[in-house]
Nanobody, 118 residues
């Protein structure tokens, strides 16, 4: 059974930090690119960060560059999103997604809520 389980969300003050984790099981994690998306109320889901299967290529949406860092540990089947200097525009439900283009496979997690408020 494929599972992606996000954790680490919560309430933080502006300027604070959170580290999201996404633990994968039920598929060969090391062969999938991993993405973090977010969706705020009333807005479309937005791709925030991507990392290729071996971690060799990383990309970010412009609004988080220099503040967020995506990383992965293939030995632990986990992808992370370190979020620093959080801003009022960052609150959303954050989702991880696994993608393998060669087999057109993709899986989503259930999401974790991030709230930024003083």
């Amino acid at each position: 059974q494929v599972q992606l389980v996000e954790s680490g969300g919560g309430l933080v003050q502006p300027g604070g930090s959170l580290r999201l984790s996404c633990a994968a099981s039920g598929f060969t994690f090391s062969t999938y690119s991993m993405n973090w998306y977010r969706q705020a109320p009333g807005k479309e889901r937005e791709l925030v960060a991507t990392i290729t299967s071996a971690g060799g290529t990383i990309n970010y949406v412009d609004s988080v560059k220099g503040r967020f860092t995506i990383s992965r540990d293939n030995a632990k089947n986990t992808v992370y999103l370190q979020m620093n200097r959080l801003k009022p525009e960052d609150p959303a439900v954050y989702y991880c997604k696994a993608v393998r283009s060669s087999t057109r496979s993709e899986y989503w997690g259930q999401g974790t809520q991030v709230t930024v408020s003083s």
